[in-house]
């Protein structure tokens, strides 16, 4: 029997209840290399350190309150980095992005489970309304949840047609 | 405990907040006190934000009615031969339904103030429009309205404070359609109250810049200028009953929710901004000895003539999405007013919009479901939707009427039963069939195939009627100065006094009948 690993620990599918501590560098380095892998993985051109500050501020706003964020972001980090040192980068991001859909809650049963559901799928919608969606649609202007609309109104925010 | 107020203002939506800027620009240390029944939900927060980006859930949503049939929560009850819905049409929260609306800001036309006359149905405006134009001037000017004073509409006395927002491409196309119809129709840009500031996030149900107008933001300006001393904002102080002897109200009684404590407040007026619903509850649970069925209520008008305006849905779709189109926008900026029209009215007006949601291209949800980059270009190049949405104007009729169940329901307010029943549901079935084949036709003018239709139920967004506007008390509630008929010192200023729905969201409306009411009773006229 080969030794399980840690990320397929069952653990209960409600959230991680959080320490109460700040995430340390070392996290936070881990999450955002885990963000990062997003447009290579889908083949995407898309400059994501712009991103940055944006992945910040969806990071702080979901580590406080009701459903304070923390734990699940713990586990994802630690998740991310048992799989990197067991299996490599590029298949570690495949099991995150690829192989492991978890789309309800009930049905985040184990670490990596958590992972994907609570962290790995917000980033990936953080990372689509923030602007990734114009690596699918160079084109495209706007999407729900882009804060880039301009309030002059010389520059359409949308894509516009024949008829303004 | 007592207290003592000039003016008492029951709700903290758009209404009370129009009304109450307009007291205090009269005379910054006017005595108001504002009673709301819900709570304070967080406006322009971060969190509230990302939570309605990732998880599609927004903070006042445990607000909305719970209308499950069988559901011990139960509290609004639809008792007619339709479905009335009441799930997410109100928020009741400080600022009421600003909250999550989406700030469309039309007028009604000038044949809606005389819809009686010209239909033999419904009912008349106690004024025209003229009497309105200019409060709806100064509603837009308020609010921050951009649209385009070329489009279809009624007359105005001057151009949208700000221009409108230009048609997507999409959008763009379907104006085409619309103009090669074979009876063709005017495209038109939808007036919406978000544009100084908005930075189209898409967002619109909750604005994480506070750009769209909202109530509570307009109200916390006023609650907290140091100018206005005697402002007085209570959250969770459900009213439930105003207090009167013989024709003049005197004050009110609410509920402390953070005490437990009844209070008595009095006040030398007292102005209903509860919203329709409310509006109409508190002045039946408002009985007494002289009033045994409720306030204004002699001749048994209070809650009937329930009306709004039934949403019909068309969606299209096309084999393929060449130009990788998806809606942009998360609201329409494509609307049409030309069956909105005393032409039409007779057989009921219908005001056309695009559907804001399509067409629809999730790649987050593509890639949450594991799908790969060929698979997602696929998908988002394939088939295309669009959908043309209406609403379709009902006329009033007594019968149809809001009543108080028992038992509270959230915020200590009393249950409600509405019925609402046809008199004619094939006559109206064949307006549905009508609007259906002219939205149709537009999309098929384009390429589109017809997939579905769908007449929704009736809901309480626009709902109006139950405390309507008249000349006289047997067929009415309040006076075209919005006092309840008998009374001189008792207001209700919410959608209830419509006399009618039209076929267009009433907000702004409401807006202004909430200026002219306020800059009167400032000026001493009432």
């Known amino acids: 029997m080969p030794e399980p690993v840690m990320w397929d620990e069952a653990i209960d599918p409600k959230m991680i209840v959080p320490s109460g501590d700040a995430l340390t560098e070392w996290q936070m380095a881990t999450l955002w290399a885990m963000f990062v892998a997003i447009p290579p993985h889908w083949k995407l051109d898309f400059p994501i350190n712009l991103l940055h500050s944006r992945w910040l501020d969806m990071i702080e706003a979901q580590s406080a309150g009701n459903s304070d964020y923390r734990g699940e972001y713990a586990n994802a980090a630690s998740v991310y980095d048992a799989m990197v040192k067991a299996l490599g980068e590029n298949e570690a991001i495949e099991l995150l992005y690829g192989k492991t859909i978890v789309t309800k809650p009930e049905d985040a049963k184990t670490r990596l489970g958590h992972a994907k559901y609570f962290v790995v799928n917000d980033f990936i919608r953080c990372f689509v309304a923030t602007g990734g969606f114009r690596g699918f649609v160079p084109k495209a202007r706007n999407y729900t949840g882009f804060m880039g609309g301009s309030r002059f109104r010389e520059w359409a925010p949308v894509r516009t047609g024949v008829h303004k | ?526």
């Open chain 2, 1 to 526: 405990m007592t207290m003592e107020f000039d003016t008492i203002i029951v709700g903290s939506g758009i209404a009370a907040t129009l009304v109450a800027d307009r007291l205090l620009e009269r005379d910054p240390h006017a005595s108001i006190l504002v009673l709301e029944a819900g709570e304070r939900i967080t406006s322009r927060d971060r969190r509230s934000w990302w939570d309605l980006v990732l998880h599609n859930t927004t903070p006042y949503a445990r607000t909305y009615d719970d209308d499950v049939v069988g559901s011990p929560d139960q509290e609004s009850f639809s008792t007619g031969n339709t479905r009335w819905d009441f799930r997410e049409s109100r928020v009741r929260a400080y600022g009421g339904s600003t909250m999550h609306w989406g700030g469309w800001a039309l007028r009604y036309k000038e044949e809606d103030f005389n819809c009686r006359t010209r239909t033999g149905f419904g009912a008349d405006w106690p004024f025209n429009y003229d009497e309105l134009e200019p409060w709806y001037a100064l509603a837009e000017k308020m609010i921050g309205v951009g649209g385009d004073a070329r489009d279809e509409g009624p007359w105005r006395s001057g151009d949208y404070p700000l221009p409108p927002f230009p048609f997507s491409a999409n959008e763009s196309e379907i104006a085409q359609a619309f103009m090669d119809a074979p009876s063709p129709i005017k495209p038109g840009h939808m007036p919406i109250a978000r544009f100084k500031r908005c930075m189209t996030t898409g967002t619109c149900k909750y604005c994480p810049i506070g750009s769209r107008y909202s109530a509570q933001d307009h109200m916390d300006a006023l609650v907290y200028n140091p100018e206005h001393p005697n402002l007085q904002l209570r959250t969770s102080a459900p009213v439930r009953h105003i207090l009167v002897e013989r024709n003049r109200a005197h004050g009110v009684e609410f509920h402390d929710a953070a005490t437990g404590q009844w209070i008595t407040t009095h006040g030398e007026r007292v102005i209903v901004c509860a919203g329709a619903y409310e509006s109409a509850k508190l002045l039946l649970a408002s009985t007494s000895a002289e009033w045994p069925t409720g306030i204004g209520n002699r001749y048994d008008q209070v809650g009937r003539h329930v009306v709004t305006h039934l949403m019909l849905t068309v969606q299209g779709k096309k084999a393929t999405n060449t130009a990788n189109l998806f809606q942009e926008y998360d609201f329409p900026t494509l609307m049409s007013r030309s069956w909105d029209t005393p032409e039409q009215q007779r057989d009921g007006k219908f005001f056309i919009f695009n559907n804001r949601g399509l067409p629809k291209t999730q790649f987050e949800k593509l890639m949450v479901e594991g799908k790969d980059r060929n698979a997602i270009d696929d998908i988002a190049k394939g088939e295309r939707m669009a959908g043309l949405n209406a609403f379709i104007e009902e006329f009033s009729e007594a019968d149809n009427r809001l009543t108080l169940a028992s038992g509270t329901g959230k915020f200590g307010l009393p249950a409600m039963n509405v019925h609402f029943s046809r008199r004619s549901p094939s006559k109206f079935l064949a307006l549905i069939a009508t609007a259906q084949d002219k939205l149709e036709g537009y999309l098929r003018q384009i390429g589109y195939q017809h997939i579905d239709t769908t007449p929704q139920n009736p809901r309480g967004d626009h709902t109006s009627g139950v405390c309507r506007m008249g000349t006289s008390p047997d067929v009415s509630v309040t006076t075209g100065d919005l006092t309840v008929h008998g009374f001189d010192n008792l207001f209700v200023c919410s959608n209830a006094v419509l006399p009618n729905s039209a076929a267009v969201n009433p907000t702004l409306t409401l807006a202004a009948l909430s200026l002219r009411l306020g800059t009167r009773l400032a000026a001493g006229e009432l």
